[in-house]
């Protein structure tokens, strides 16, 4: 019943050394990995190829925002009736950025300071390790109700996987992410939608640059605009949430082709914040309006509006009842109470097909996706702890 921190520790190893960002071929073969180990720890695993082009057709399909030929679904539990309790967690991770900044190779695992390193320690191979290693302490004949582990891809850019696994008719009573969550139960998150604005100015050589308009002398008008805009959309926070909920944020800038070149069209890609029961329509709307007012007032965007497309992923808001007795078992388990966290994830999947679901996983967010990523070793290993814990609650 004592959690393996050495087998813990190497089988995280191995999730960090495939290196899945998503759409790679790495993105494939851990989950070809997760469905033999699953399989060696004497669960009955279902391993199948997603119908992407089905998917895609699908009038729920949430988006992706990489390119993708293949993806694969591993679910495993300890029989075929309905689950007690899911845990559930991605393996896939995103780009490691400049190589350069990090102290060591980052899909080795290395450790320092009391913290596992590399991409994906936080977010959240950590918590996959950990849900592995809760899975092998318990003897899964004691058990009276099943318990399941769902490991999916293509989180990061949308959350196709789990789609998909529970389109494929996997549910259960209970869910719980293994999301880092740093030291909370987190019941509710906020959604996300990837914006796109198009800014065009007039070209012109540099030396002339008062014959044209710059796209990039236009954006910080469009910046003070998006910041007037993600004020007034916090102004009145749910209980459950901190101060800023529903960021906006500007994460890919492009413009100009040519040094002397007044640049006539600029590209912003950023990420927007969904309000708990604000449908994907809505919060379009209220973007494309408030960027309509600022080109109404500006003499030159008036004539040459900026263009508001909506790309990638499509993260809705997803909530669990803080009083739910899933929610109070979990924070019984932790000590924690029921809290809401600003950044989608597949919660909102699980919560739509009518499973109560919680995140609660070692790490915190502010890890996530960051150089040198890590997470702490105790972190880890006390949650394969209450990972078994919770499933000898619920299924024994």
Do not use: K
Not at 162 to 170: A, I, N, S, V, Y
Not at 370 to 378: G, H, N, T
């Amino acid at each position: 019943m004592e959690i393996d921190e050495d087998t813990l520790r190497d089988d995280l190893a191995t999730l960090v050394g495939f290196g899945a960002i998503g759409g790679s071929e790495a993105e494939v073969a851990i989950q070809h990995w997760c469905a033999e180990r699953l399989t060696s720890l004497g669960l009955e695993v279902d391993h199948w190829h997603a119908d992407l082009e089905e998917l895609r057709a699908d009038p729920d399909y949430p988006g992706e925002e990489v390119e993708r030929e293949e993806m694969w679904g591993c679910v495993a539990a300890t029989s075929s009736d309905r689950p007690a309790l899911i845990l559930a967690g991605h393996v896939d991770v995103v780009p490691i950025g400049e190589v350069g900044l990090w102290e060591s190779d980052p899909f080795t695992l290395t450790i320092r300071d009391g913290r596992w390193r590399g991409r994906g320690t936080c977010d959240m191979l950590g918590g996959v390790a950990a849900i592995f290693a809760a899975a092998r302490a318990i003897d899964h004949r004691s058990l009276a109700r099943p318990f399941a582990i769902h490991t999916v891809v293509a989180e990061e850019d949308g959350g196709l996987g789990t789609f998909d696994t529970l389109r494929r008719g996997h549910t259960g009573d209970a869910c719980l992410i293994a999301e880092p969550t740093a030291g909370r139960v987190v019941a509710a998150n906020a959604g996300s939608l990837t914006f796109r604005l198009e800014i065009r100015g007039a070209a012109t050589h540099g030396s002339m640059r008062r014959d044209g308009v710059s796209a990039i002398g236009l954006l910080p008008r469009v910046l003070a605009a998006i910041d007037e805009l993600e004020t007034r959309r916090n102004a009145d926070v749910p209980t459950l949430f901190g101060p800023l909920p529903f960021p906006i944020s500007v994460g890919i800038l492009n413009a100009g082709d040519w040094a002397s070149t007044v640049p006539d069209r600029l590209v912003a890609e950023g990420r927007y914040g969904v309000r708990p029961g604000e449908s994907f329509a809505d919060a379009e709307a209220a973007f494309e309006h408030h960027i309509g007012q600022l080109c109404a007032q500006d003499p030159w965007l008036r004539e040459n509006p900026i263009d508001v497309s909506w790309p990638g992923g499509r993260f809705a808001a997803g909530m669990t009842d803080p009083d739910h007795h899933f929610v109070r078992q979990v924070g019984e388990l932790t000590g924690a109470g029921a809290a809401g966290a600003p950044y989608g994830s597949d919660l909102r999947l699980y919560v739509g097909a009518e499973i109560p679901t919680v995140q609660y996983g070692p790490g915190a967010i502010a890890d996530a996706h960051a150089v040198d990523e890590s997470v702490p070793i105790d972190d880890v290993v006390h949650c394969a702890e209450v990972y078994r814990d919770l499933i000898l609650a619920r299924c024994t």
